[in-house]
C-alpha cells in the first residue's frame, strides 16, 4: 500500500458545483496534514492545513479523520480558478526526523 | 523579494554531462528540501537539510550529489547523466519551528531535459 493515495482524476465539474476530495495515508503515527495546490507547469503552494477539528477557509474545508486515516478537501461553490491539481501531505516523524510525502494529486477541471 | 529562487529554470543536456542547480532561500528557514516530479507528476523527496546537515536521503543514485555551504543555500549536483533523469526539481524550504508550521516553500522548479 502506498503511504499517501490519492484518486488522480481528473474531475471534471461545472461552476457552482461542490466538489470532494480524499487522501488515505498508511502511517498511523502521521502529525500534520495538508493539501497544497499546484497549477500547471507551477510549484506547489500551499492551500490549508488540516487539523483534527477540521477548518475552513472561504468556500474550503478541510478534514481530518485520523481513526480511518484520511485527509478530505471539500470546494464549495466551484470557481474556473479552482482548475488545478490538488496535493495531499502527510508528515510524520520518522528516526527523528520529518518525513514528508505527498501524494500523485488529484486533478480539477472546473468546466464553464 | 523572491523567497525561493532556483537556477536554471530549464536545462537540456546531454546524456553522460554532469550538472548543477542553485537553489537559494531568503525566508531564514533552517531546513531546504530537494524534490523530483516526473513525467506522471508524482512529487518525490529526494534529499532534505538542516542548517547544512544532511537529514533525509531518499533512495536516490549516488549521482545525485546535494551540496549546501550555508543554510540558505541547497545545490544539486548531477553526474552521468540519464534519460530517466528528465524531470522537473523542486527545491523548497521550511521553518521546522514545528509540526503545525511546517509550511514549505517551493521554487519556480527547474525542467531537465537529458537527451
Known amino acids: 500500500r502506498k503511504e499517501v493515495e490519492q484518486d488522480p482524476g481528473p474531475f471534471n465539474v461545472p461552476e457552482g458545483a461542490t466538489v470532494a476530495f480524499n487522501c488515505t495515508y498508511s502511517?498511523?503515527?502521521?502529525?500534520?496534514f495538508f493539501w497544497y495546490r499546484q497549477d500547471c507547469r507551477k510549484e506547489p503552494k500551499l492551500l490549508m492545513s488540516v487539523y483534527s477539528s477540521g477548518n475552513e477557509d472561504g468556500r474550503f474545508t478541510a478534514q481530518l479523520n485520523r481513526a480511518s486515516q484520511y485527509i478530505s478537501l471539500l470546494i464549495r461553490d466551484s470557481k474556473l480558478s479552482d482548475s488545478a491539481t490538488y496535493l495531499c501531505v502527510v508528515i510524520a516523524n520518522s528516526g527523528g526526523y520529518q518525513k514528508v510525502t505527498f501524494g500523485i494529486g488529484t486533478k480539477l477541471q472546473v468546466i464553464p | 523579494d523572491t523567497a525561493v529562487s532556483q537556477t536554471p529554470k530549464y536545462l537540456v543536456t546531454q546524456m553522460g554531462n554532469d550538472k548543477s542547480i542553485k537553489c537559494e532561500q531568503n525566508l531564514g528557514h533552517d531546513t531546504m528540501y530537494w524534490y523530483k516530479q516526473d513525467s506522471k507528476k508524482f512529487l518525490k523527496i529526494m534529499f532534505s537539510?538542516?542548517?547544512?546537515?544532511?537529514?533525509i536521503n531518499e533512495t536516490v543514485p549516488n549521482r545525485f550529489s546535494p551540496k549546501s555551504p550555508d543554510k540558505a543555500h541547497l545545490n544539486l549536483h548531477i553526474n552521468s547523466l540519464e534519460l530517466g533523469d528528465s524531470a522537473v526539481y523542486f527545491c523548497a524550504s521550511s521553518q521546522e519551528s514545528g509540526l503545525a508550521d511546517n509550511e514549505q516553500f517551493f521554487g519556480p522548479g527547474t525542467r531537465l531535459t537529458v537527451l
Open positions: 502511517n498511523s503515527a502521521s502529525q500534520s
Open positions: 537539510y538542516n542548517n547544512k546537515e544532511l537529514i
